[in-house]
C-alpha cells in the first residue's frame, strides 16, 4: 500500500473524551472513528488489524476441528423465549419491531439460533460431537458503552457452539478450546493467562478467562505463586489462614458482655473506627443484600470486601444486590451503617474472617448507635462460608502452601461448559445407542476481536504511538524515502516495496511528500514493527536503515534487507 493513497487520517492530540491509551490511539492512527456511543466505522488501518486478528482465530478453530457458519444478527423472540432469557436478559438486550409488531432482538450471543438450528437438523449421536462457530457483529445495549472497541455496543465476536453426547466429549472439548485459545493469544503477540471465572448470565457449569495482562484492565484477577490457580477476583476463592476458620466461642463466655455505644453519624467503617479509635479489623462490616429468595445480612472483618457473586452463591440465589434503605430499616430497624448480627431474625451468612474475630464492634441495629465487646458463637450465629473478595497475600485454596498475587487483566476470550441449560429448555436432544433420547451437552466459546485488537496495544504502546505485535500490525514492514525528489533513493525505495511484497510481506510504502520527520512520527504512532529509511547519504555506502520499532537503527546492504527483514519478522521459510 502506498501511505500517500491511504486514507488513515492521523491526529497529533488525543480526543478529549478517549479515556485509556488503546481507545486515543486507535483515534490517532486514524484506525477508527465514532459514529455514536460504542458504535464505531473501522477505516482501512482498523479493518487490516482486525482482520489479522480473525484470521488467527479462524485458521486455529479450523485446526481444532470447528467448522465455519453465519447466524443472523436480528433474531426471532420465539427462540429467546423459549431458552427464558427474553424475560432474564435485561436491558443490554436491544429488541425491536418490524412492520407487522413482531419482537426481535439484535443477538449478543448466539445460544438460542445455534441450539435452535442442531436440534431441528441432528437426531443421532452418530452425528456428534460437533462444534459450529461464526465471526460475526454483536450487539449489547451495554449500560456504560467506552475506552472504543473494548467495550462498544455493536462489536465483532468469534463465538463457537459444540454439541456432545457425553460430558467426558464435553470436556474434552473444552480443553480443545483451552488450548486453541491459548495459541490464539500467543501467536497474537500476547502476554495472557487463563483464569477460573464466574459463568455470568450465560449460565452454565464452568467456565474460563483469558485475560491479558494491562494495567489499565477493567479485571482484577490473582494467581498463585506456588501452583498454576489463577481466577477472577469475582470468582476466587480463598484458602483459609490457620486459625481464622477456628470458633471463639470457647472462651467467649468469660468476657464483658456487648455494650451499646453511641455513634452519632458515624456509619461508614472508617468513620465508626476513627471515632471509637479501634482498627477496622475489630470492626464487622454488615450488609443487606436483597436476592430472589429473600433478604440476608452479610458479614466480613471490617478491612475485607464483601464479593456479590460469593453473596450469592452462599444464598443459593439466581441474583443478590445490595437492599434498598427500605429492605434495611424493615429487617433490622435501622438504617444502613447502624445494623449489625446481634439480635437479627433474618438470614445471616458470614465470611470465615468473622469467626474467630474477639470483642468486636459491629452496628447496634437502631440509628446512631453501635455495639462494642461482641462474641461472633457467642451473641449470634452465622452461616460460615468463603464471602470476601481475594486479594494480594489471600492463601491458595488449591496447594493451599503459595500465597495470591493480584494482576490487572482485560477478558478477551471466555470458554464455558454449559451442560443442559439450552438443550433441555430448546429440545436439542438426539438418540443415543440403545435408541433412547437424551439432552445433548454443550460448551460455548467466545473471543472479543476489537477487543483483543485495543488489548494488544493496552499491552504494547510508548510516547511515540503503537507498538503492534508483528502477527496482527496493519502492515509489517514500511518504507521511507528521505527526498522523495532523489530520483535514486526513490527507485531503491521501489525496487525494495516490490521485493517485499514479492515475499508477501504486508508492506507500507510512505510516498508522501513529507518532511522525514513528519513520516518517522506517523509511521511510529501507527506502530508498524519495522521502518526502512533510504537516504542519499546511506545509499553511499549502498545501505539503507532499518529499525525496529522502539529499537536502534542500523545499517543493511541493500543486498541484504530484505533476507533481513525476513529474519527480523520471524517468517519460516517456504516449502
Ligand atoms: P464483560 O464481562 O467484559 O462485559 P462478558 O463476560 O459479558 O464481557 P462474554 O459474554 O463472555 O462477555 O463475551 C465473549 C467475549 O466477547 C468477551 O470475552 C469479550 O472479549 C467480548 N466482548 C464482550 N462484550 C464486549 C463489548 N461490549 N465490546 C467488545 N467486546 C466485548
Ligand atoms: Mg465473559
Avoid at 427464558?84 to 443490554?92: F, L, S
Avoid at 471515632?275 to 429473600?294: A, M, Q, R
Avoid at 446512631?368 to 481475594?390: C, I, Q
Avoid at 503492534?468 to 524515502?481: D, G, L, N, R, T
Wanted: glycine share 10%; proline share 5%.
Amino acid at each position: 500500500m502506498r501511505f500517500s493513497k491511504l486514507f488513515a487520517p492521523t491526529l497529533r492530540e488525543s480526543p478529549a473524551d478517549a479515556e485509556v491509551v488503546s481507545h486515543k490511539l486507535m483515534l490517532r492512527a486514524g484506525m477508527i472513528r465514532k459514529v455514536a456511543a460504542g458504535i464505531y466505522t473501522l477505516l482501512p488501518l482498523g479493518v487490516n488489524v482486525l482482520k489479522s486478528v480473525e484470521n488467527i482465530v479462524r485458521e486455529e478453530m479450523m485446526l481444532a476441528g470447528a467448522q465455519e457458519v453465519t447466524m443472523p444478527m436480528v433474531v426471532p423472540s420465539e427462540l429467546w423465549k423459549e431458552s427464558g432469557r427474553w424475560d432474564e436478559y435485561g436491558k443490554e438486550l436491544l429488541r425491536l419491531n418490524d412492520r407487522h409488531g413482531r419482537d426481535f432482538c439484535l443477538g449478543p450471543t448466539h445460544e438460542e439460533v445455534v441450539t435452535n438450528l442442531v436440534a431441528g437438523e441432528v437426531r443421532s449421536y452418530k452425528n456428534l460431537p460437533m462444534n459450529l462457530f461464526q465471526i460475526q457483529t454483536k450487539f449489547r445495549d451495554e449500560i456504560r458503552p467506552r475506552f472504543g472497541l473494548m467495550r462498544g455496543r455493536e462489536f465483532v465476536m468469534k463465538d463457537a457452539y459444540s454439541f456432545h453426547v457425553t460430558e467426558e466429549c464435553a470436556e474434552k472439548e473444552y480443553l480443545n478450546m483451552k488450548a486453541a485459545y491459548s495459541r490464539i493469544f500467543e501467536r497474537c503477540g500476547l502476554d495472557f493467562r487463563a483464569v477460573e471465572a464466574d459463568t455470568g448470565n450465560i449460565g452454565g457449569n464452568f467456565s474460563h478467562e483469558f485475560m491479558v495482562l494491562a494495567d489499565t484492565g477493567e479485571d482484577a484477577i490473582v494467581s498463585c505463586e506456588k501452583c498454576d490457580y489463577a481466577a477472577n477476583v469475582e470468582r476466587a476463592e480463598i484458602g483459609l489462614p490457620a486459625g481464622e476458620g477456628a470458633s471463639s466461642s470457647e472462651a467467649a463466655s468469660s468476657l464483658p458482655l456487648p455494650e451499646k455505644v453511641s455513634t452519632p453519624g458515624k456509619k461508614s467503617i472508617d468513620e465508626v473506627s476513627e471515632f471509637l479509635k479501634v482498627k477496622p479489623e475489630t470492626l464487622i462490616k454488615s450488609l443487606v443484600y436483597n436476592t430472589d429468595k429473600g433478604p440476608v445480612m452479610a458479614l466480613v472483618r471490617g478491612d475485607l470486601e464483601i464479593n456479590n457473586i460469593k453473596v450469592k452463591r452462599a444464598a443459593s440465589a439466581s441474583w443478590a444486590e445490595l437492599a434498598s434503605e427500605d429492605i434495611v430499616s424493615e429487617i433490622t430497624g435501622a438504617p444502613s451503617g447502624y445494623v449489625g448480627p446481634v439480635g437479627l431474625k433474618g438470614k445471616l451468612i458470614a465470611d470465615f474472617s468473622v469467626r474467630s474475630m474477639r470483642g468486636a464492634v459491629t452496628g447496634a441495629n437502631e440509628e446512631g448507635a453501635h455495639l462494642r465487646n461482641v462474641e461472633p458463637g457467642r451473641d449470634f450465629s452465622a452461616e460460615y462460608t468463603d464471602l470476601r473478595v481475594a486479594g494480594s497475600g489471600d492463601k491458595c485454596p488449591r496447594c493451599d502452601e503459595g500465597s495470591f498475587k493480584l494482576f490487572r487483566g482485560i477478558e478477551v476470550g471466555h470458554i464455558f461448559m454449559l451442560g443442559t441449560k439450552y438443550s433441555e429448555s430448546m429440545g436439542a436432544k438426539f438418540l443415543d445407542e440403545n435408541g433412547k433420547e437424551k439432552p445433548m451437552i454443550m460448551g460455548c466459546y467466545g473471543i472479543g476481536i476489537g477487543r483483543t485488537a485495543a488489548a494488544a496495544i493496552e499491552q504494547n504502546h510508548d510516547e511515540a504511538g503503537i507498538r503492534w505485535p508483528v502477527p496482527i500490525a496493519p502492515y509489517q514492514v514500511c518504507i521511507a524515502a528521505v527526498t522523495m525528489k532523489d530520483h535514486d533513493s526513490l527507485e531503491l525505495a521501489e525496487s525494495l516495496y516490490f521485493g517485499l511484497m514479492d515475499k508477501g510481506i504486508p508492506t507500507l510504502m510512505d510516498d508522501r511528500n513529507e518532511r522525514a520527520g513528519v513520516k518517522f512520527k506517523d509511521l511510529d504512532l501507527i506502530g508498524i514493527p519495522v521502518r526502512i529509511t533510504v537516504s542519499t547519504n546511506t545509499m553511499k555506502e549502498e545501505s539503507v536503515e532499518i529499525k525496529e520499532r522502539g529499537g536502534e537503527t542500523r545499517l543493511v546492504g541493500y543486498k541484504d534487507t530484505v533476507a533481513e527483514i525476513i529474519r527480523i519478522l520471524k517468517i519460516p521459510p517456504s516449502g
